[in-house]
């Protein structure tokens, strides 16, 4: 008998079965698909899965009584036998800042091209509930953990991202690290960076080629990877030129609009003396634009202003913003490519750095 094949219900002696009603309230079963379709429940499982032939008529009932019975599949249950493939989880800090807003797009659309569902958490910056977050990630069968964002890389951090990569890799998943430095040598994980050194000498040379030579620079938390490689840049750039580097002029602090408000506002009324500013993100650019102008400073007449991330708003600023401009989407679609390439043994690189880019507008104007 084939699976296409029902239980003779005609033949002579044969007894008319009974069938119990589905209550309106229960969920529909794949055994209510089969009957409806009027064929085995082997039939109905191989045809949804596609891994086996079956006629197009055949498909075409399985298909409808799907339809009518609005029969949805236990994909997690699935997932568990290992009939589906797995998600793609991105774990960050916060949500709604617009570069990590970027890279959450890029992930969702290599995943989506790749057929996989992916699943968006954020942490608050909480390492409890990072820990938390990957291991249900892990019980979850997911194919990759996109961790991403700058972090304090000490020692403890190290041990904390071995233990993920080494739980991930026993369950047949893959921890990525996503604008966070690499790991030691051994360590099951992929990362995807992208050149905020580089970025940063980027923006401060084009400022002193500009011919500004104290250039105050609203850098990132101190301690924090992203935000100390665009230190090592700045000061990198200020070597090369032969300016001076100033300890005043060097400030530490948030990526936020009103860390770059308040630390440019402390600057004007210190007097230490700048003719440009080179802000850790657009964001912080944003906040010392408005000090700037609050204090009736034009730019860039009287002050010159350069970002690192390049935005959306960036261009609608006035004037329109001169930034670094970060690959936040192709590191999102990278992290993903790699971990699900390495899941079928075609990736070879574990560790991946982007290149970033100065985005010339009219925040910046030469001085004599």
Do not use: W
């Amino acid at each position: 008998m084939s699976d296409e094949e029902t239980a003779p219900s005609n033949a002579p002696g044969a007894k008319k079965a009974k069938r119990k009603r589905r209550p309106a309230d229960r969920p529909s079963t794949i055994r209510d698909v089969a009957a409806k379709a009027g064929v085995s429940v082997a039939t109905v499982s191989r045809t949804l899965a596609g891994n086996y032939p079956v006629s197009e008529d055949t498909r075409q009932r399985v298909m409808a009584a799907v339809d009518s019975l609005h029969y949805v599949v236990n994909v997690h249950a699935k997932a568990l036998s290992g009939r589906v493939a797995g998600p793609v989880a991105l774990v960050l800090s916060d949500i709604t800042g617009p570069s990590l807003a970027h890279v959450a797009a890029g992930v969702e659309e290599e995943a989506g091209n790749r057929g996989r569902l992916s699943l968006v958490c954020s942490t608050k910056g909480d390492t409890k509930r990072e820990d938390d977050l990957v291991q249900l990630m892990r019980e979850q069968h997911a194919a990759a953990v996109v961790l991403v964002g700058g972090t304090v890389t000490d020692d403890a951090y190290h041990r904390r991202m071995a233990g993920y990569a080494k739980a991930l890799d026993s369950a047949g998943s893959r921890l990525v690290l996503c604008g966070r430095p690499p790991l030691p040598a051994g360590v099951p994980a992929t990362v995807v960076d992208y050149d905020n050194r580089g970025g940063a000498f980027q923006a401060t040379a084009h400022l002193l080629t500009a011919g500004h030579r104290r250039v105050l620079f609203l850098g990132g938390a101190a301690g924090f990877s992203s935000a100390e490689q665009r230190r090592l840049g700045y000061r990198d750039a200020l070597r090369a030129h032969g300016a001076p580097h100033d300890e005043e002029l060097d400030t530490t602090g948030n990526y936020t609009r009103q860390s770059g408000y308040l630390r440019t506002r402390e600057a004007l009324r210190t007097g230490v003396g700048f003719t440009a500013v080179f802000a850790g993100s657009d964001m912080v650019a944003l906040g010392a634009l408005a000090a700037l102008r609050e204090a009736g400073r034009s730019v860039p007449h009287d002050v010159s202003v350069v970002g690192f991330d390049d935005v959306p708003f960036a261009t609608d600023l006035t004037p329109a913003l001169t930034t670094i401009r970060v690959p936040y989407e192709e590191l999102g679609r990278t992290a993903v490519r790699l971990a699900l390439e390495r899941e079928v043994g075609l990736a070879s690189d574990n560790h991946v750095v982007l290149s970033t880019q100065l985005v010339i507008r009219d925040s910046v104007r030469s001085v004599g």
